[in-house]
């Protein structure tokens, strides 16, 4: 058995977005992204070290968010048309929008621990048009599933009486943040700045 000390985190699920409203600079409240399978993200951002004194004498790293990818069973009508801009026609097709842009969104999801589970929220994302393998079947079948580009910059959000470039967020669940973990899929989690 594990010591407490020893936390590993592993599995993903409740994968959710938040489309952002730029008229009122409020995000909408979260839909469920059914059929996560996985998120994959790489941190953006160069080093630079400057020399002096015959030495290294101070050192910065840039934080650019992340670039990776979102494998989902199935893209949603409601994604297509929410985040990727596509239009709905009166018989209920798909229209690709050549012209369309992809819209900045919040994406929230859960991955499981041995000893807390934590609920994640990447604050300004956006994604582009998933790739698709289609085939035949065989003699069992295949699930295909979708995979998206994901890119997840700053957003420029409240806290305390300032604001941070907030790129990403996470939240364990703990006896002291239970209430807010519990609420944490209803609306884009927002951080409290502790008391001085």
């Known amino acids: 058995m594990a010591d407490a000390k020893e936390l590993v985190r592993f599995g993903l699920k409740n994968a959710y977005y938040a489309k952002w409203d730029p008229k009122t600079s409020k995000y ?3 839909v469920k992204a ?5 998120i994959s993200l790489s941190p953006e951002g160069d080093s630079t070290t400057f020399y002096a004194e015959d030495r290294p004498y101070f050192s910065v790293t840039a934080n650019g ?11 949603t009508d409601d994604m297509y048309v929410d985040l990727l801009g596509y239009v709905k026609d009166a018989n209920g097709a798909l229209i690709e929008d050549a012209s369309a842009t992809p819209a900045s969104f919040a994406l929230l999801f859960e991955v499981d621990s041995n000893i807390e589970p934590a609920r994640f929220v990447l604050y300004s994302c ?3 048009r998933p790739s698709e393998d289609r085939k035949t079947k065989e003699s069992s079948i295949e699930v295909n599933t979708q995979t998206m580009d994901l890119t997840a910059i700053a957003r420029n959000i409240t806290y305390g009486d ?3 470039d907030a790129v ?3 939240l364990a669940l703990t006896d002291a943040s239970k209430t807010a973990y519990d609420s944490f899929f209803t609306e884009v989690y927002m951080p409290k ?3 001085a």
Do not use: D, Q, R
């Not at 059914?34 to 996985?38: K, Q, S, T």
């Open 28 to 30: 909408l409240a979260p």
């Open 162 to 164: 300032g604001t941070i």
């Open 193 to 195: 700045k502790v008391a």
């Open 34 to 38: 059914p059929g996560i399978v996985a």
């Open 168 to 170: 990403k967020g996470h």
């Open 126 to 128: 956006t994604i582009a």
């Open 65 to 75: 968010g992340y670039t990776g990818s979102m494998e989902i069973a199935n893209v």
